[in-house]
């Protein structure tokens, strides 16, 4: 079955850090992958996607390369902010023939920046 | 446009009463949604409508839950009787359609508490 893995978290980082969150991912066929983010007391909201090997979805200053060879999909922004503290999830979706797509989420990670 | 829109926000209740979650999706969204989170356990989906049936309701953990979509704009997810351990934010997510499958939109979500 399709399976999203996330390091291990949370993450606290200062102010212009560079950040690299880590996901893998297991999936039959050729599935679409996600960043979604959700702040503090609201729901998630789409970040990134990437549809196809070698894409790159950015957004707000984060990016994220779909890498078939490691089935990788990490997240970075080179640059955070405080207003980046949130939680981070990587998800994919996957079109198996015969079944209805939908997504699989990562457990998510917190991150924190300082000032 | 208004998101996807949810009630309560918070609910409070004791263990063996019925509880009530509703949403409204974003009009037009042929996918509904209904998720959990939990801090152990993540997201997890627990059932999904399309055109108002439901389609996979393989996460739904117990026949104490159960969820409805009478309309295109209105569904229920129903907890009777309530425990402790169905404590956990509820989210509710919409989308348009299958090729944009992996683009939710959520909710803000109702946070559940069971004393």
């Known amino acids: 079955g399709n399976s999203v893995t996330q390091m291990e978290g949370p993450v606290t980082l200062s102010e212009e850090a560079f950040l690299t969150i880590n996901c893998t991912y297991t999936a039959t066929g050729y599935p679409s992958l996600f960043w979604y983010v959700q702040y503090p007391g609201e729901g998630l909201q789409l970040l990134l996607k990437a549809t196809k090997a070698d894409d790159k979805g950015s957004n707000k200053g984060f990016e994220a390369t779909y890498r078939k060879e490691t089935t990788s999909f990490h997240l970075e922004k080179g640059s955070v902010q405080v207003s980046d503290s949130a939680v981070y999830f990587c998800?994919?979706?996957?079109?198996?023939?015969?079944?209805?797509?939908?997504?699989?989420f990562g457990k998510g990670i917190t991150l924190s920046v300082r000032p | 446009d208004a998101g996807v829109i949810q009630s309560p926000r918070h609910e409070v209740t004791e263990m063996g009463q019925e509880v009530t979650l509703r949403c409204k999706p974003i009009s037009g969204h042929d996918y509904l949604f209904w998720y959990r989170q939990t801090m152990m356990r993540g997201l997890e989906l627990l059932i999904y409508f399309n055109n108002n049936v439901p389609i996979d309701d393989s996460g739904m953990p117990e026949d104490r839950f159960s969820a409805k979509m009478p309309n295109a704009s209105f569904s229920t997810l129903k907890i009777q009787p309530s425990e402790p351990r169905d404590s956990a934010v509820y989210f509710c997510?919409?989308?348009?359609?299958?090729?944009?499958?992996?683009?939710?939109?959520f909710g803000e979500g109702s946070r559940l508490t069971v004393l």
């Open positions: 997510a919409s989308s348009r359609d299958r090729g944009l499958f992996g683009e939710l939109f």
């Open positions: 998800a994919l979706s996957s079109d198996d023939t015969g079944a209805n797509s939908k997504l699989t």
